[in-house]
């Protein structure tokens, strides 16, 4: 089940709790206390050792550093900085408040894996809060993969959760996350490299990257993840070498660090969609195409570099590298809604549409390029869902008789056949790659659990099992693995914009993974969207941002 983050005691719009002599006394950002004196001050600040450790690194016998507990050294707006986690050189912060700008220089291995090694100034924080600023990195450098960061963080142990928006040397720029004390940490890659001014934004327990554009205009860019990190947690900024022989430097000008715009209703928001692809072996993410607006459940195209998505009632194509999407032919069919997917051969497209029949769904199926659409269902409204692996018959969702049940078609026309007839709604039914049966959800034990019957619709048998409602399932093409999408228990249906999991069920031994917590639901991935490799997935994640703070 998806953990919930505790709820803070009753605060007003725009409070943190920022004193760190008087942590319980709420102060808002204008009275943030700092030490400095007016006018232009440069100073150089030794980055603080909070404990020593007696290593000694490989071949040289130099002493390694470890973070800890120190006393709060001010640089500018942050409480204090020091190096985190163990390094070999120490790191230092130069404030000029003239500029607000910040030097930093950091050694450690990386900010990666199970635990960090950088130097961070930070600021102890509680509440909703946006932290923006310009980074630049002095010098060539070293390793490709140096990073500066923006970081919020639990705490200053080397293993904390965490998330930050990580800019490296090579011009990657993502969203890092550690999700639990000593986990991996995982990353969602923006679809813009070298950003020169970066944003990380914390609403609850979501956290996104925006980056702004060459006119200062800024843009999300990917998905968000969910975590939650209790109050007060540490924001700040951060540089790692990536080499724990080399110190590296970037300057942090403009920072800005305040709350976030208030949370808005979904009336007064600007909803944004996120296409993104997951590898499966590492749950690392990258987004390949954001825009502000709602589109939904895409397919992986045969050739393995495209994607098919629905958009405002069209089927649309985009490069897996991204790009900008192009709208595909559908002739009169142009209120395609979120069940469409391809043909096991790769030359066809089956949509289901709602511009006939007084706007009820019915399936069709036309050219992969294009063309006109060829009626396969006769009785609305009807949804398609999956296509058996020898091309001749699909699976499709009809609510026949103000019930909803699983029907099988061939995919020449023909008679329907009912395949279920349990009280309670059936849905999403594909087919396993050999054929033999097709996995769908039901909701006949009392709440959505995924199922699967023989092809004939034979031998019904429960297969997940959980708190949750699951919903979807998509088998991988080796058969093997079945990713498919829960909701908490309290929610009915498969709404949009919800807290969701992306899950994964080995079918072997019924072993189940979470694979991503985001935002979403409906549109997220009611089709099949396995990559032909079996290696990777595509989803919708989505957000919504209130429309006084979108772009600013």
Excluded at 84 to 112: C, F, M, Q
């Amino acid at each position: 089940m998806d953990r919930r983050r505790s709820q803070p005691p009753e605060r007003r719009a725009g409070e943190l709790t920022i004193d760190s002599e008087h942590p319980n006394v709420a102060l808002r950002f204008g009275e943030w206390r700092t030490s400095l004196m007016p006018g232009k001050k440069t100073m150089w600040l030794t980055a603080l050792t909070f404990a020593t450790v007696s290593a000694f690194a490989a071949g040289n016998g130099t002493r390694a550093r470890q973070a800890g507990a120190t006393a709060a050294t001010p640089a500018g707006t942050f409480d204090s900085h020091g190096d985190v986690g163990t390094v070999l050189h120490p790191g230092s912060v130069e404030y000029d408040s003239a500029k607000r700008s910040y030097t930093i220089a950091g050694s450690g291995e990386n900010i990666w894996l199970g635990s960090d090694a950088f130097q961070f100034a930070w600021k102890k924080l509680s509440g909703d809060i946006t932290l923006t600023a310009d980074i630049t990195f002095l010098g060539k450098g070293v390793n490709e993969h140096r990073k500066a960061v923006l970081m919020i963080r639990q705490n200053l142990d080397a293993d904390s959760p965490y998330v930050d928006v990580a800019l490296h040397g090579s011009g990657l720029t993502s969203l890092q996350y550690r999700e639990e004390k000593g986990a991996a940490t995982h990353e969602i890659q923006a679809d813009i490299s070298a950003p020169k001014r970066l944003r990380i934004e914390k609403r609850g327990a979501y956290f996104s990257m925006w980056l702004a554009d060459e006119k200062g205009e800024f843009h999300l860019a990917s998905g968000s993840t969910r975590i939650a990190l209790k109050e007060p947690f540490y924001a700040g900024i951060g540089v790692c070498s990536h080499d724990h022989d080399v110190v590296e430097k970037a300057v942090f000008s403009n920072v800005e660090l305040k709350p976030a715009e208030p949370a808005a209703t979904a009336a007064a928001s600007t909803l944004y969609s996120a296409l993104e692809i997951i590898t499966v072996a590492s749950t690392d993410r990258r987004a390949i195409y954001v825009a502000p607006e709602r589109f939904e459940a895409p397919n992986w195209m045969p050739d393995g570099k495209n994607l098919l998505f629905n958009r405002n009632g069209r089927i649309e194509k985009i490069a897996v590298a991204g790009g900008i999407p192009q709208i595909l032919d559908t002739g009169f069919a142009t209120r395609c809604n979120n069940d469409h997917g391809i043909s096991p051969e790769g030359t066809q497209l089956v949509i289901s549409d709602n511009s006939q029949e007084e706007h009820r769904s019915l399936v069709y199926i036309l050219p992969l390029g294009g063309g006109a659409p060829r009626r396969i269902t006769q009785k609305s409204p009807s949804y398609w869902h999956g296509w058996s692996p020898d091309g001749k018959t699909l699976a499709f969702v009809g609510e026949r008789n103000g019930d909803f049940d699983i029907y099988a078609i061939p995919a020449a026309g023909g008679e329907e056949k009912q395949l279920t007839t349990a009280k309670g709604l059936d849905d999403g039914p594909e087919y396993s790659p050999d054929g033999n049966y097709i996995y769908f959800n039901s909701e006949r034990t009392g709440h959505m659990q995924i199922w699967r019957m023989r092809a004939d619709g034979s031998e019904q048998e429960q297969i997940t099992f959980g708190e949750g409602n699951d919903w979807f399932p998509h088998i991988s093409p080796d058969g093997e693995k079945m990713v498919f999408l829960t909701y908490d228990a309290s929610v009915k249906g498969h709404p949009e914009n919800k807290d969701v999991m992306l899950r994964m069920m080995t079918l072997k031994d019924k072993k189940i993974t979470v694979l991503a917590k985001l935002f979403g639901g409906q549109g997220t991935m009611n089709v099949p969207s396995w990559s032909p490799d079996g290696k990777q997935f595509a989803f919708v994640s989505y957000q919504l941002v209130p429309k006084e703070g979108a772009g600013k």
